[in-house]
């Protein structure tokens, strides 16, 4: 089995096509580009669709090794009935790291086949699925903890004494293994849930779209009905917008139906707007008519933050339709479906006041 951390840093922007279907976005880099909220795109337990694996250059005498992937997001209830139990619970200690060499040490090139493994021991607080029960302590071997090899995202190891939801499989003994003073075994994390930032109930994962809270993760097992039918994937292209042509956001992207919108820029507080709040009418409205495509862009275009405002709507489906204002030339820049088609549209000739240039 591939480690259970994501061994790459693929990620995706969830964007919204035309029409009221939420459909997963395009593969971006790893920063972000302006006006995108991304959303991971690996899946630990998942098949890649695409794997590479390239050595850069040697840190000492130990490689360095980025692997990248691509793997479809599924929904939680397919989550769900591929493990065996699902669980919450505490971090209780963290152990150091051990190659899975045949002599502990580095290897001394990148084959795919040898990580840094370090074991994590858990208490389940709380069990959804199958066993074990509450006071049941594991142990789980993860790999990209900070300062091991493998450049996963640090940020999403887990830490001493946080809470988590772990989507657990039974041992069936895959890890590739040659340091026959170590056993890796325990149960196969096929994925793992933290605590949204600045949130007290909802759950999300560094690589997978499918976000929840503990009631709707209960209504779920109980009837897998419960969650929303999931759109296919691959998404089907949008048409290449040409110059002269309108769009009409509320209209192609069925804003009146998001739940909120978010803000960005320096010269704007980042915060958002929820549904039926009067800012959130007013941004609206300005949306709602005929903008002219001005030019056709070619990749990612360069901006100045200083006079840009990053601005977007966010849907139940965890989708977005994102934005970009340029404060100066009173032009919004819009990526459509994919991330080499970008327009430039003319402006609402209220946006500026709404995004409080």
Same mark, same amino acid.
């Given at each position: 089995?591939?480690?259970?951390?994501?061994?790459?840093?693929?990620?995706?922007?969830?964007?919204?096509?035309?029409?009221?279907?939420?459909?997963?976005?395009?593969?971006?880099?790893?920063?972000?580009?302006?006006?995108?909220?991304?959303?991971?795109?690996?899946?630990?337990?998942?098949?890649?669709?695409? !794997? %590479?694996? $390239?050595?850069?250059?040697?840190? +000492?005498?130990?490689? /360095?090794?980025?692997? @990248?992937?691509?793997?479809? #997001?599924?929904?939680?209830?397919?989550?769900?009935?591929?493990?065996?139990?699902?669980?919450?619970?505490?971090?209780?200690?963290?152990?150091?790291?051990?190659?899975?060499?045949?002599?502990?040490?580095?290897?001394?090139?990148?084959?795919?086949?040898?990580?840094?493994?370090?074991?994590?021991?858990?208490?389940?607080?709380?069990?959804?699925?199958?066993?074990?029960?509450?006071?049941?302590?594991?142990?789980?071997?993860?790999?990209?903890?900070?300062?091991?090899?493998?450049?996963?995202?640090?940020?999403?190891?887990?830490?001493?004494?946080?809470?988590?939801?772990?989507?657990?499989?039974?041992?069936?003994?895959?890890?590739?293994?040659?340091?026959?003073? !170590? %056993?890796? $075994?325990?149960?196969?994390?096929? +994925?793992?849930?933290? /605590?949204?930032?600045? @949130?007290?109930?909802?759950? #999300?994962?560094?690589?997978?779209?499918?976000?929840?809270?503990?009631?709707?993760?209960?209504?779920?097992?109980?009837?897998?009905?419960?969650?929303?039918?999931?759109?296919?994937?691959?998404?089907?292209?949008?048409?290449?917008?040409?110059?002269?042509?309108?769009?009409?956001?509320?209209?192609?992207?069925?804003?009146?139906?998001?739940?909120?919108?978010?803000?960005?820029?320096?010269?704007?507080?980042?915060?958002?707007?929820?549904?039926?709040?009067?800012?959130?009418?007013?941004?609206?409205?300005?949306?709602?008519?005929?903008?002219?495509?001005?030019?056709?862009?070619?990749?990612?275009?360069?901006?100045?933050?200083?006079?840009?405002?990053?601005?977007?709507?966010?849907?139940?489906?965890?989708?977005?339709?994102?934005?970009?204002?340029?404060?100066?030339?009173?032009?919004?820049?819009?990526?459509?479906?994919?991330?080499?088609?970008?327009?430039?549209?003319?402006?609402?000739?209220?946006?500026?006041?709404?995004?409080?240039?």
């Amino acid at each position: 089995a591939t480690p259970d951390v994501a061994v790459g840093l693929a990620n995706t922007a969830t964007a919204r096509p035309p029409g009221a279907t939420a459909k997963p976005g395009p593969t971006r880099p790893l920063e972000p580009e302006v006006g995108v909220r991304p959303t991971a795109a690996l899946q630990e337990s998942a098949t890649p669709t695409s !794997v %590479s694996i $390239s050595p850069t250059p040697t840190l +000492g005498f130990t490689p /360095l090794c980025y692997f @990248s992937a691509s793997y479809i #997001s599924p929904p939680l209830g397919e989550q769900i009935k591929e493990s065996e139990s699902v669980v919450q619970a505490q971090v209780t200690k963290i152990g150091p790291m051990v190659w899975n060499t045949a002599d502990g040490k580095a290897p001394s090139g990148c084959d795919g086949r040898h990580y840094q493994y370090s074991p994590v021991e858990i208490a389940v607080q709380e069990s959804y699925k199958g066993q074990p029960g509450p006071g049941s302590k594991l142990t789980l071997w993860l790999t990209g903890a900070p300062g091991s090899l493998i450049q996963g995202n640090y940020d999403y190891f887990p830490r001493s004494g946080e809470r988590l939801v772990f989507f657990l499989g039974a041992d069936d003994h895959s890890t590739p293994n040659d340091n026959p003073a !170590v %056993s890796f $075994s325990g149960p196969v994390v096929r +994925g793992r849930y933290h /605590l949204q930032e600045g @949130s007290t109930e909802r759950w #999300s994962s560094q690589i997978n779209q499918a976000t929840f809270t503990i009631p709707f993760l209960q209504a779920v097992i109980k009837n897998p009905a419960a969650e929303p039918t999931p759109t296919p994937y691959p998404p089907t292209s949008t048409p290449y917008a040409r110059t002269g042509q309108v769009l009409q956001p509320v209209k192609v992207y069925s804003l009146n139906s998001a739940k909120s919108a978010y803000f960005k820029g320096e010269t704007i507080k980042p915060e958002g707007a929820q549904a039926g709040s009067e800012r959130f009418k007013v941004l609206l409205k300005a949306m709602d008519q005929p903008l002219q495509v001005l030019e056709n862009l070619n990749g990612s275009p360069s901006l100045d933050s200083s006079h840009t405002v990053a601005f977007g709507f966010q849907f139940f489906d965890n989708t977005n339709v994102s934005f970009i204002y340029d404060l100066e030339s009173n032009v919004l820049l819009h990526p459509l479906q994919d991330s080499q088609n970008y327009v430039r549209l003319s402006a609402p000739p209220e946006l500026k006041k709404v995004l409080g240039g």
